[in-house]
């Protein structure tokens, strides 16, 4: 079924809402809100409220109309497993399309990450993890899988790093940088084995309950 224009520009609209923390956990969001907001009718709106609690993002409440899910502890330990597995996949179909100008770039974040751990600016670590990922995700050559991760990545992943622990945090996120580096030099290898095992195995280390 083809999807309506308008629904995928309102569905983007909330995600990136979401994902930004405009909207936050537990808050409402109505049709009218987003009608208003950007100026569509109320069957895209509706469509993409539907989409997005489909989706398992958004909770439909009974006379009270949609709010922001909030995920427990197993939920996000679920979630991440599976964008593991997915993430794998894709680092491991992209090898024959990445060149040398994606994996330079690629080194390029990982320097930049660094930086960013080092002046615990995390906002801005997570938005150059989220552009490394990219990377490859795109030459996977699988629409379904980009999608897919897209999803999971761009809708469920939270906006920042918080910790009581800054110590802590800190290993924490230069490890999982570590993992990026790891990543790069396996895929200049074509090393698809390793690319796999070390992708699985950074979603399964990244410091989830420091989330917010």
């Keep these: 079924m083809k999807v309506d ?114 002046y615990k600016n995390y906002n801005n670590y997570l938005k150059l993890s989220n552009e490394f990922h990219d990377i490859y995700i795109a030459k996977s050559d699988n629409q379904v899988l980009i999608n897919m991760l897209n999803s999971l990545r761009y809708n469920f992943m939270s906006k920042s790093y918080t910790s009581d622990n800054e110590e802590e945090l800190y290993k924490m996120l230069t490890y999982s940088n570590n993992q990026h580096i790891e990543a790069v030099k396996f895929m200049r290898a074509k090393d698809s084995e390793n690319v796999e095992a070390i992708l699985r195995k950074h979603w399964k280390t990244i410091p989830i309950a420091e989330m917010e």
């Design 5 to 118: 224009p308008l629904t995928t520009q309102v569905y983007d609209y909330i995600s990136k809402k979401i994902q930004n923390g405009e909207y936050e956990a537990n808050q409402r969001i109505t049709e009218s809100e987003i009608c208003n907001s950007i100026g569509v009718s109320r069957t895209p709106a509706r469509e993409a409220l539907t989409r997005l609690a489909g989706e398992n993002l958004l909770e439909k409440i009974p006379n009270k109309g949609f709010v922001v899910k909030e995920f427990q502890e197993k939920e996000k330990l679920d979630t991440y497993s599976v964008i593991g597995v997915l993430d794998a996949l894709a680092g491991s179909s992209s090898l024959e399309n990445l060149t040398e100008s994606d994996l330079i770039k690629m080194d390029e974040l990982t320097e930049m990450m660094a930086i960013s751990i080092k």
